[in-house]
Nanobody
Framework: QVHLVESGGGLVQPGGSLRLSCAAS????????MDWYRQSPGNQREFVAR???????IYADSVKGRFTISRDNARNTVNLQMNNLKPEDTAVYYC???????WGQGTQVTVSS
């Protein structure tokens, strides 16, 4: 069992940056897979990025080269650095551990001028 809490969302202009953080209720060093998903109004929740415990990262094509997922094992957090944000990145962003089927409550990201 793991409890996840996201933070760091907000309003940013196109081209700007935000850093999301997902705090886990227990050590993440033994959690093999940690994901970020997002959902915009009227759309299904979609995969954004994945971090594997061995260090491998995987990204959706729509964010590749702009977003970076990383782990901070000392703080039990999984972060998502988002650069060069676009209006189409506007969504609620969720942290997810597929093994435990655990989801956070989400954090809103709005990209608008």
């Amino acid at each position: 069992q793991v409890h996840l809490v996201e933070s760091g969302g907000g309003l940013v202009q196109p081209g700007g940056s935000l850093r999301l953080s997902c705090a886990a209720s227990r050590s993440i060093s033994s959690i093999h897979i940690m994901d970020w998903y997002r959902q915009s109004p009227g759309n299904q929740r979609e995969f954004v990025a994945r971090s594997l415990s061995a260090g491998t990262t995987i990204y959706a094509d729509s964010v590749k080269g702009r977003f970076t997922i990383s782990r901070d094992n000392a703080r039990n957090t999984v972060n998502l650095q988002m650069n060069n944000l676009k209006p189409e990145d506007t969504a609620v962003y969720y942290c997810h551990n597929p093994t435990a089927d655990a989801w956070g409550q989400g954090t809103q990201v709005t990209v608008s001028s």
